[in-house]
């Protein structure tokens, strides 16, 4: 069965850092684009950095760019969102997703997510 994992969360300052990890299992996701994801409290869910299979390309939202670095590890089915210089507004539950094209269509699977909490 597909399984997304994610951890690393947890209550930090801001200016502080934190690095989430999404553990892959039960199919090939080298071959997928995977993606992060976070909503807060009252807010919809919104797209934070993708990254394409061999991790070649990389996309991130405009708030979190030059703070957030996304990667991945193929051998280990792992991917990784290091966040620096955290901000209060970074705060909600971040999931990593799954597709299978980098650029278009639905995520077709999601992690459960892991809670952020970026304290003032």
């Known amino acids: 069965q597909a399984q997304l994992e994610e951890s690393g969360g947890g209550l930090v300052q801001a200016g502080g850092s934190l690095r989430l990890s999404c553990r892959t299992s039960g199919r090939k996701f080298s071959t997928y684009a995977l993606a992060w994801f976070r909503q807060a409290p009252g807010k919809e869910r919104e797209s934070v950095a993708r990254?394409?299979?061999?991790?070649?390309?990389?996309y991130y939202t405009d708030s979190v760019k030059g703070r957030f670095t996304i990667s991945r590890d193929n051998a280990k089915n792992t991917m990784y969102l290091q966040m620096n210089s955290l901000k209060p507004e970074d705060t909600g539950v971040y999931y990593c997703?799954?597709?299978?094209?980098?650029?278009?269509?639905?995520?077709?699977?999601w992690g459960r997510g892991t809670q952020v909490t970026v304290s003032s």
């Open positions: 990254i394409s299979y061999t991790g070649g390309s990389t």
């Open positions: 997703a799954a597709r299978f094209d980098y650029e278009l269509g639905e995520y077709d699977y």
